[in-house]
């Protein structure tokens, strides 16, 4: 089954200046994490990576883990327009460095 | 500038042909990936290679082969294409280990008719 649960799943719409959370949790044990954004037809763009559990970046964009409950959130805060696309979470367990990644929540900014 | 790096941008072919994708990257990386994107967006991954040495093939049928000329490159083929293979195939790079943040090039979109 599915290795990597995202939610809110599918999509998620917000006002602009909303806060929004999203989650990801993990069947198995795991070496690390990391969050990707992707515009549609764009390329895969890095927002966070975590071997250490804990990260935060930028003013809007923090990310919070818990690797004993094998969960990780997104948190962004002050939502802009510009920040609509689709958020992706991976994680990887093996010794091979491989990426495994939910399914995708598409975030909808409205004005 | 360094980055990842993939050509072609999009290729369009029919069933039964052999079509091949480049990947190159310049952020001194030993480790690369092919991961394949379907129409729903699901991302899976398809190979990884480390210092030109296949290390993982997650259950990819044989009509796919990864090629590898130095850590820097990592090409792939697909002899015969499938109506199934029509997806986007993304291309990584990383450091093995610990530090193992993945950078993604642009992607080829592939559509069999």
């Known amino acids: 089954g599915q290795q990597v649960q995202q939610s809110p799943p599918a999509s998620l719409v917000l006002q602009e200046g909303e806060n929004a959370e999203l989650q990801c949790t993990y069947s198995?044990?795991?070496?690390?994490m990391q969050w990707f954004y992707q515009r549609p037809g764009g390329r895969l763009v890095s927002l966070l990576y975590?071997?250490?559990?804990a990260e935060q970046r930028g003013g809007r964009l923090t990310s919070s883990a818990a690797s004993n409950e094998s969960r990780s959130s997104l948190h962004i805060s002050s939502s802009q327009i510009t920040d609509s696309g689709t958020y992706l979470c991976?994680?990887?367990?093996?010794?091979?460095?491989?990426?495994?990644f939910g399914s995708g929540t598409k975030l909808t900014v409205e004005p | 500038e360094t980055a990842v790096f993939q050509t072609p941008n999009y290729h369009v072919t029919q069933v039964g042909n052999e079509v091949s994708f480049n990947c190159k990257q310049t952020l001194g990386h030993d480790t690369m990936y092919w991961y394949k994107q379907d129409s729903k967006k699901l991302l899976k991954i398809m190979f990884s290679?480390?210092?030109?040495?296949?290390?993982v093939n997650e259950t990819v049928p044989r009509r796919f082969s990864p090629q590898s000329s130095d850590k820097a490159h990592l090409n792939l083929r697909i002899k015969s294409v499938e109506p199934e293979d029509s997806a986007v195939y993304l291309c990584?790079?990383?450091?093995?280990?610990?530090?193992?943040?993945?950078?993604f090039g642009p992607g080829t979109r592939l559509t069999v008719l």
């Open positions: 290679y480390n210092n030109k040495q296949l290390i």
């Open positions: 990584a790079s990383s450091f093995r280990g610990w530090d193992a943040e993945q950078f």
């Open positions: 975590s071997p250490s559990w």
């Open positions: 198995t044990t795991l070496n690390s």
């Open positions: 991976a994680m990887e367990r093996s010794n091979y460095n491989v990426l495994y």
